[in-house]
Structure formats: structure tokens, C-alpha cells
């Protein structure tokens, strides 16, 4: 009954991740997920079977090319697009992780247009967490408030509900 959850830094960038997949789908696993930046390097769709793994899930910070890749890097919001597209494409279930802070929470309400248009399954909404890089001082406003989270997360979840996307969030 046990579940496994590949992620990283980059889980793609392990040339034998599929045979990962695979011995793991053997050992029993009850479900397996790979957390990607999108960027699904070895040609890791074509090495593994929508069946092997129950979801790819995907890292988004926002909602336009502008907001994910100061966030990310240049050019990783058009990556992961173009890797969901090519995921749903070829029949794997998908979903997204959205870390909101206060430089991406300006776009949160437009994700469950974006998800739906893309035909992801499930939306994770997460806090920042403030360690590493993110607590350094100059840093220390990532964080939503409290009273904004609650005031926003909840209707930008249902509104995804209402679209069919499964939402998860703290």
C-alpha cells in the first residue's frame, strides 16, 4: 500500500528513471508519481507507458511565461506547457503544483482556465516553504499572509473543482 513519489532536484535527468518506474510498479507499489519540471529530459514519455505511473505531476509558478520564469528561469514556463501537452497527448494522467507567494499569487485565480485548457487532473496548491534561498533577509516577504490565503485559495480551488480538476491544498 505504499506510495512513491520521484522527485529531485530533476527525477528526468536519471538516464534509468524507467527502469526505476518499472521495478517499482513490480515491487507493488500502490502508486507511483513523477515530479518534473517539464522539461522531461532521456525521452522519458516514450520509455514509460501512461501505466506505469499513475501521474506525472508538473511545476508551474504561474500563470504566464512572465511570472513562472522570473520565478523558475527563462524559457521553463514554455517547457512545462509544451511537456503537459506532450504528457496529455500521449494519454498520461497529469497534475501541477503551484507554490504560491506573493510574486505569483497576482495570477492564481487565472491557473484553473490555463489547467483545464491544458487537460490537467489534479491541482496542488502549496505554501513557500521559507528555508534555503527563500529566508534569506532580503527575501522575507515571500510568504502570502495568512488572512490573503484564506481569503483567495479557497475560491481559486473550488473554481478548479468546478471544472473537474481534483485540488488539493494546506
Not at 500563470?63 to 511537456?83: F, H, L, M, W
Not at 522575507?140 to 479557497?154: E, F, K, R
Amino acid at each position: 500500500n505504499a506510495n512513491l513519489i520521484l522527485l529531485g532536484g530533476e527525477p528526468t535527468l536519471h538516464p534509468d528513471l524507467d527502469k526505476c518506474v518499472k521495478a517499482a510498479r513490480d515491487m507493488g507499489y500502490s502508486s507511483i508519481t513523477i515530479d518534473t519540471n517539464g522539461y522531461l529530459f532521456h525521452d522519458i514519455l516514450n520509455k514509460i507507458a501512461p501505466g506505469d505511473i499513475d501521474f506525472l505531476s508538473f511545476s508551474l509558478d504561474g500563470a504566464t511565461p512572465e511570472t513562472n520564469d522570473k520565478i523558475r528561469g527563462n524559457g521553463c514556463y514554455d517547457q512545462c506547457v509544451s511537456g503537459i501537452q506532450n504528457a496529455v497527448e500521449l494519454g498520461f494522467k497529469t497534475s501541477l503544483i503551484f507554490t504560491v507567494s506573493n510574486e505569483n499569487i497576482h495570477e492564481l485565480h487565472m491557473m484553473p482556465e490555463l489547467l483545464s485548457r491544458l487537460g490537467v487532473n489534479r491541482f496542488f496548491i502549496q505554501v513557500i516553504g521559507i528555508r534555503g534561498k527563500s529566508a534569506a533577509p532580503e527575501k522575507n516577504q515571500l510568504q502570502v499572509d495568512h488572512n490573503t490565503w484564506m481569503t483567495l485559495i479557497p475560491s481559486v480551488a473550488e473554481q478548479a473543482a468546478g471544472l473537474g480538476i481534483t485540488v488539493t491544498y494546506p
